[in-house]
């Protein structure tokens, strides 16, 4: 069955044919779990144009909310003829200053070309689906920190990457 609801979030779409451009506003969250001791939560949303997940998006962080107002647009690049073929993820996050952020939950939108040609722009509302996890099992990376006090300086090595999970069409 659907993964148990963690409350609604409410987008709408617009495709701009002149730029090229799929136009996403993120609207507003209603009903969201509370994250915090305090009995709310900080919401703030990614959002990713699926398969490839190069170019992401990020809304503010709203305090102490369980039905936060962003009224936010954000622009991918894709032509026309991709609409079809891609999905739009949103992933709702609780912000912690002090720790990993909570996944609240995510939504994928697909359809994207009907939804971005309805006249007037529709607001959607959908069922934000309990989060598989951001501790999804994304592979490992092996790096080391030096710290040279005296001259203020960190180095990062990146030493190597195993078992990365396939983020592209190709399998890679």
Request: glycine share 6%; with cysteine; net charge positive.
């Amino acid at each position: 069955g659907p993964a148990p609801c963690c409350g609604r979030l409410q987008v709408s779409l617009r495709y701009s044919y002149g730029s090229q451009q799929l136009l996403v506003r993120v609207l507003r969250a209603r009903d969201l779990p509370a994250k915090d001791s305090n009995g709310f939560s900080d919401p703030y949303v990614k959002i990713y144009l699926l398969p490839d997940r190069k170019k992401k998006f990020q809304t503010k962080v709203l305090r102490r909310t369980l039905n936060p107002e962003w009224d936010e647009t954000f622009s991918f690049g894709v032509p026309f003829a991709e609409l079809p073929a891609r999905r739009l993820h949103f992933s709702v996050y609780d912000f912690d200053r002090f720790s990993r952020h909570d996944l609240i939950g995510q939504v994928v939108l697909e359809n994207l070309l009907e939804a971005a040609e309805a006249r007037p722009e529709v607001a959607i509302w959908r069922d934000i689906q309990e989060g598989t996890g951001e501790k999804a099992d994304l592979g490992e990376v092996n790096f080391s920190l030096c710290y040279l006090p005296t001259a203020g300086r960190l180095t990062v090595t990146v030493i190597r990457a195993s078992n990365l999970r396939a983020m592209d069409l190709t399998g890679y």
